[in-house]
């Protein structure tokens, strides 16, 4: 298929729209347009704001005017990422576990990636943009591991992501997770602190004296047959957090394929597990819109519930 030319468009920038860069405002508006691309239209003068001329750098503010010039997006790629996907979109739909004006909560599925990238051209919020033509604006609060299935926030609104966001960088929210962990986990074993570095070329994760302060705290569950179906909390957000910790304790996630035990996998075969034993079950937050407090769940996969009834 041919690639597409745009119309001239005029963009009148709302209170939700304002104090975003018009760099990132075009980036989310042209989504297939190349990153140098977007730079290129800027530096040129092609985009103005209220008939002006901007840098990258202007930060829009309520009641501005946006020219965006006719641009040519590559139409083919895009609609072969989508099109070849097609199942695995209308499935998501009913892994919606709450929707409102504000915010999407997604019970995602393990084995999808969060978004496209490292060679992944979609993701969750690519299927949930699909699903949602008519959204005009629909980004990803915080991430999960591609293997790890539960609870997923995404913002509606650009003033519910800041603040979600905000309230993830004060370490209010709460996520609560379930894995299944090697061996029998000792009761006094409630917190993990060991700090954590990442390799920026593997992006494997080690608990290393120079890495980032790292917290995750845990509660047993069920005591099973050689193993120990947790609960873990991460205080802090570092990447492979709850994986590692485990790890270091000599208590590795079944099915981990970076941090696990291939003789607990093995294991773990028997009573019909083949994936990660991570799931994010619970989530407490302050709803950006109300500011109530919300309280989500989202119930573990039959595989998963099989897997704990063959360890009983």
Known sequence: MSDIRTQVQFVEIDDDMAGQRIDNFLRNQLKALPKSMVYRIVRKGEVRVNKKRVKAEYKLQAGDTVRIPPVTLPKQEENAAVSTKLNKVAELESCIVFEDEHILVLNKPSGTAVHGGSGLKFGAIEALRALRPQARFLELVHRIDRDTS????????????????????????QKYYFALVMGEWKPSMRKVTAPLLKNEVNSIVRVNPNGKPSETRFKIIEKLKQATLIQASPVTGRTHQIRVHVQYTGHPIAWDDRYGDRRFDAYTAKVGLNRLFLHAAHIKFVHPGSGETMELKAPMEKRLLKAIEGLR
């Open 150 to 173: 539960g609870l997923l926030l995404v913002a509606k609104k650009r003033s519910a992501l800041r603040h979600l966001q905000a309230q993830f960088r004060e370490k209010t929210v």
